[in-house]
């Protein structure tokens, strides 16, 4: 089992006792703490994986020890679970935001917890094993880059092209870096708006083009006399000038160059997804510029109608106030009158608590969006 130690933090004590209670049949090591302070200046020599963390404290609350932990580099790593009374959409995000990865809400029964953290230990496993896999081929890839200056240039290559966002310099990127081999290349690149073509002397002829075209779905690799083709679905390269007298090098940089047009790919798609999601979210924040516009419009509406209908019923009342008493009602058709009337106004202001409601859903609607944008 990968969790083994615990840190459960609440400024109630029956609550710590309810949490010993539960977790004292299982195999954890378990400390408590009944403040943030208390959290903070224990955990670092502690260390537990596992922080399970109320929300409502004096002095700090969950959500800034969150923060504080989140910050620090030698507890981020812990995994948070908040503890709270309330559970709401908001307070879920809130807990999301700081950097929590579970929620849990007050009362809960004990199968409830241990299931939460039953999933956060196969978290924790699956956490160390991929550090052991990343482990592996961090160390593999080190031992591959002290032996071969090759492995060097195609590492450094691989960094560099991770910070570029558009296409024509991922390009002229990949250009330099065949370059680095001494390999005369063209490269084709088709994204969702245009085909694009790079050369070591600027542009590629159209013999080349026509051959990208003819041949880009016939399979991953083409290889003729000292030429090799490779084919990916949005990458195309030519080589034309393969070390065809050192067969040896000749695998390699073939290896060399499939493994360099594969990750030249994929930050491709990186580039077109995160133009993809630019663009939705220009469209998002003008769908709630449209949709703030109008509900603020139509509160202004409310609030003019509601101005309107106070300013007719203070008419209504001053007229019939002059009038009935020279009117000769007898004293029975004055109180029709004057209930006939109480009633309307009653009415309107019934409907005024319903223009309220609304007006009251449409700030947690907006509010709600706002929310979505942000995160």
């Known amino acids: 089992m990968a969790l083994t130690k615990i840190l459960a933090v609440d400024d109630e004590p029956f609550n710590l006792e309810i949490i010993e209670e539960i977790l004292e049949d299982l195999n954890f090591e378990l400390q408590l703490a009944t ?121 450094n290559y691989v960094e560099h092209i991770g910070f570029i966002n558009d296409p024509e310099e991922l390009g002229k990127a990949l250009i330099d870096c065949l370059q680095s081999f001494d390999l005369q290349s063209n490269v084709e690149f088709r994204t969702n708006d245009k085909v694009s073509h790079f050369a070591l002397n600027g542009v ?56 360099i047009v594969s990750v030249t790919e994929q930050q491709l798609r990186a580039i077109m997804t995160k133009k993809m999601l630019e663009l939705q979210q220009t469209k998002l924040n003008k769908v709630a510029s449209t949709v703030h516009s109008k509900f603020h419009g139509l509160i202004s509406l409310l609030n003019e109608n509601r101005q309107n209908n106070e300013k007719v019923f203070k008419r209504l009342q001053e007229e019939l106030e002059e009038r009935i008493p020279s009117m000769g009602l007898d004293e029975d058709q004055e109180v029709f009158i004057y209930k006939k009337v109480d009633e309307t106004i009653q009415n309107s202001v019934a409907r005024e608590e319903s223009v309220k409601q609304v007006k009251a859903a449409f700030i947690e609607i907006e509010q709600n969006l706002s929310l979505l944008l942000k995160n």
């Open 35 to 155: 403040s943030g302070p208390e959290c903070l200046s224990m955990v670092e020599d502690y260390m537990p994986q596992v922080i399970l963390l109320d929300v409502s404290m004096p002095q700090m609350n969950g959500y800034e020890v969150c923060k504080e932990l989140k910050a620090n580099p030698n507890t981020a790593h812990i995994i948070v679970m908040f503890v709270s009374a309330r559970g709401t959409v908001e307070e879920r995000m809130e807990g999301y935001s700081v950097g929590a990865e579970d929620y849990i809400v007050k009362p809960f029964g004990h199968d409830e917890l241990k299931s939460k953290l039953k999933n956060l230990n196969q978290v924790l496993i699956e956490k160390q094993n991929l550090e052991k896999q990343v482990e592996d081929a961090t160390s593999t890839a080190f031992n591959a880059m002290a032996n071969s200056s090759e492995m060097g240039q195609i590492v």
């Open 204 to 259: 590629c002829s159209p013999i080349v083009i026509e051959l990208f075209e003819m041949l880009k779905n016939k399979g991953r690799l083409h290889e003729f006399s000292h030429r090799i083709l490779v084919n990916y679905e949005l990458i195309s390269l030519l080589i034309l000038n393969m070390p065809d007298h050192d067969p040896d090098k000749h695998g390699r940089i073939r290896d060399h160059v499939c493994f």
